[in-house]
């Protein structure tokens, strides 16, 4: 079963929003200048922004919060976020992929930018409903 994809908007304001509640003001998520120098192609949205908009996805999908068990990613790819008022966006997908011993859903998740794959091994756990 497909769980149907949703869409989050990244914008440089949005980073900046971020930093400041995260306490990460790291260079390569504001300068242009700093992230090409270390290689990156331009301002990339931080790791833990990119985990936090697909753990977004799934508390919708599975309709609270505290119904997500265990959430775990491995980042792949960064989040290019260019200079302008568009940003750019984040797909988030995912596919039941049955249960756990105890009945809960498990849960493949894609996150996707420019059509490739920015996190790897993106997996849920959703609690069962109770009866």
């Known amino acids: 079963m497909d769980l149907p994809v949703q869409t989050y908007r990244v914008t440089r304001a949005d980073l900046v929003r ?12 504001w300068s242009e200048r700093i992230a090409t120098k270390v290689g990156l192609p331009g301002v990339i949205a931080h790791g ?3 985990m ?7 508390t919708a999908w599975a309709g609270a919060p505290d119904a997500v068990v265990e959430y775990s990613v491995r980042f792949s790819r960064p989040v290019p976020v260019p200079d302008d008022d568009e940003g750019t966006e984040v797909q988030v997908s995912g596919v039941v992929k049955g249960e756990t011993e105890g009945g809960d859903t498990r849960i493949e998740i894609t996150a996707t930018c420019h059509g490739e794959k920015v996190l790897s091994q993106a997996r849920a756990i959703v609690r069962r409903e109770s009866p």
């Open 52 to 58: 936090a908009l697909v753990g977004r996805a799934v």
């Open 18 to 29: 971020y930093a400041g509640a995260s306490g990460d003001f790291n260079p390569i998520h």
């Open 48 to 50: 833990m922004f990119t």
